[in-house]
């Protein structure tokens, strides 16, 4: 049992004895700093059951603590606060109890338990990833990881959006203007290829645009008549008929895509377990089309159509099949998500990745699942996320104005290069050495930077800021990990404990961040929040820094003192690298 469990029911059962009166909840804070104590209760809402003066309310509750509960060693009422001291023992048998377990704050999965499926990336394969794509990426891996932390089972997977009129805008684009060109002529990735052609489709549809305009024809015709739009939307056609020639196109520049994506995705640091193609899901989800119009979820219009009402759960109505018989998006993402029950019976519940562009399709989605009637859909989540902005202002695809996913990463290198050198604390490192650092530093901030805010939150990037050696950022903790890793290695003696050792003020803080981990891990996974573990990575190392500062590590006044603290740091650096190893970040051994 926690201490806060501890004093919850040992709270209540003084006001029981004293007042007569049961209370429900507690409202627990940290002690303030000008005051003497390790945790408050606050008095303020028990008012509402027991009725007196707080001060004396307070005073009451503080003598029973004391009497009860062996690890209250004093307390302080300041108004309606009441500050309850805890004492050292207390905190060296919780030290103690976590010093040796290197997964400290990480619960094993419960087999037994259902599963959780998060799906993140799920890219076009008309085009390398950029910076949304690693927003997304990395909100997804970390939620997958801080998911498993907790004691669930986790599958990680994404659906590739490989079909459709983007794609074949690239096709058509290559076809014409490629000249045979691959990656392998051209030394490019083939995702980067295919992204080209891509914005050459764009540049030759406006000049026909232009053109067209000129002859005389209004915007709007000229667009949807121009040659190269209209050749597009022919190979789609094809390649819905089966055309051999375009879906072996199809599956070459495909291939070239794919084998970017996986370059990216191992520089990025993230993986999935399994893939879901849109050209294999874009027909499922017809066949409950059909079940949902016998049991009255769907109804079908005079057209043809089917739609879903939606308008007494305050949504409206949503078309789930066109008139032609044709699938739409989100009849694709129903059959999708029974699929996946199907194909992972154990799965209970799917986190969906997608940014907050979409955050009605996903109340419709989920809605329309539960009248479908599956269970799991009450276990369905969408992670939404906010856009990413840079300071030159937004980016655009089809013009090619994106920050590329890859270059971004090298820049990210490059730049903790130049910071490294600049404050020269790599002698004896040799230049693979020092690459493989660069690299680590420069993911490690801009990972950082992107999960230290709440996901809902857009952001803006600002890749220099990201890299700063001081401040709430990924170097500034990477390098008191790599501090620590040195207080270890000059550490040439025992590290067994003799005996308890008397606290000092900071150490006691320490123990006290410490002990919040598992909480911490636990309130990140329930709220789908990485924010919430690089913020207490955060303070923790703040935390550190000042005990680092104000007490002697090494060079304590007795052997006891020194073991203590040399074991206390590297319980602190093992959080470090726990903390960051669900954020997908990785720790130096030195700096």
Request: net charge negative.
């Given at each position: 049992m926690s201490l806060q469990e501890t004093l919850t029911n040992k709270v209540k059962q003084a006001v029981l004895d004293s007042y007569n009166v049961s209370i429900e909840t507690l409202e627990f804070q940290a002690t303030r700093k000008e005051f003497a104590g390790d945790i408050t209760v606050v008095i303020f809402p028990m008012l509402r059951y027991v009725k007196g003066n707080p001060v004396q309310i307070g005073e009451q509750i503080g003598h029973y603590l004391v009497e009860h509960v062996n690890e209250v060693k004093a307390f302080n009422v300041v108004k309606g606060f009441l500050n309850v001291e805890i004492s050292d023992g207390y905190y060296l048998n919780f030290f103690n109890s976590i010093k040796d377990i290197t997964d400290y704050g990480f619960v094993k999965p419960n087999l037994e338990d259902k599963a959780i499926m998060v799906e993140y990336s799920s890219p076009n394969t008309n085009k390398p990833l950029h910076l949304g794509h690693i927003r997304n990426n990395l909100l997804g891996y970390s939620v997958a990881e801080i998911l498993k932390a907790s004691g669930k089972k986790v599958y990680k997977t994404q659906i590739i959006n490989d079909r459709g009129i983007h794609i074949c805008k690239s096709m058509i684009a290559w076809q014409r203007f490629g000249e045979g060109e691959t990656?392998?002529?051209?030394?490019?990735?083939?995702?980067?290829?295919?992204?080209?052609?891509?914005?050459?489709?764009?540049q030759e549809y406006k000049k026909e645009i232009e053109s067209l305009i000129a002859e005389g024809k209004s915007e709007e015709e000229a667009k949807k008549s121009a040659p190269i739009l209209l050749a597009a939307q022919d190979m789609l056609l094809k390649w819905e008929a089966g055309d051999s020639e375009v879906v072996e196109l199809w599956k070459t520049m495909n291939g070239w895509v794919y084998e970017g994506f996986d370059e990216t995705y191992k520089n990025l640091g993230v993986d999935f377990d399994t893939l879901y193609y849109e050209s294999n899901t874009y027909l499922l989800g017809k066949e409950f089309v059909a079940e949902g119009l016998k049991s009255g979820v769907f109804v079908k219009e005079e057209?043809?159509?089917?739609?879903?009402?939606?308008?007494?759960?305050?949504?409206?109505?949503?078309?789930?099949?066109r008139a032609d018989g044709t699938a739409v998006y989100m009849t694709q993402d129903i059959g999708t998500a029974i699929q996946r029950i199907k194909d992972f019976p154990d799965v209970g519940g799917m986190v969906y990745t997608v940014g907050n562009e979409q955050d009605y399709h996903f109340q419709v989605l989920f809605l329309i699942l539960k009248k479908l009637g599956f269970e799991w859909a009450d276990n369905l989540?969408?992670?939404?996320?906010?856009?990413?902005?840079?300071?030159?202002?937004?980016?655009?695809?089809?013009?090619?104005?994106?920050?590329?996913?890859?270059?971004?990463?090298n820049e990210m290198a490059a730049t903790a290069g130049e910071i490294s050198e600049e404050l020269g604390k790599l002698d004896g490192y040799s230049e693979e050495e020092k690459q493989e650092l660069y690299k680590t530093i420069g993911l490690g901030a801009l990972k950082y930077f992107i999960l230290k805010v709440d996901p809902k939150k857009r952001i803006l990037f600002d890749p220099k800021e990201s890299i700063d050696f001081q401040g709430n950022t990924g170097p500034f903790i990477q390098y008191t990990y790599a501090r620590i890793q040195s207080i270890i290695r000059k550490a040439d003696f025992d590290l067994s404990l003799n005996k308890e050792v008397t606290l000092h003020e900071k150490e006691k803080t320490l123990l006290k961040q410490l002990e919040l981990f598992p909480e911490v891990i636990q309130n990140a996974a329930s709220q789908h929040s990485p924010a919430l573990i690089a913020n207490y990575t955060y303070d923790l190392v703040k935390e550190f820094n000042s005990f680092y500062q104000n007490v002697s590590i090494l060079g304590a006044d007795n052997q006891d003192e020194k073991v203590f603290r040399v074991q206390l740091s590297k319980k602190v650096a093992t959080t470090i690298k726990n903390a960051f190893s669900v954020l997908g970040i990785h720790v130096p051994e030195r700096m």
């Open positions: 990656p392998e002529s051209t030394g490019l990735k083939g995702d980067k290829l295919v992204g080209n052609y891509y914005v050459k489709f764009d057209d043809g159509s089917v739609w879903c009402d939606l308008t007494e759960e305050g949504l409206d109505k949503k078309i789930v099949q989540y969408h992670l939404s996320y906010g856009m990413v902005d840079l300071p030159s202002g937004k980016m655009k695809s089809r013009e090619g104005t994106v920050v590329d996913a890859d270059d971004l990463i």
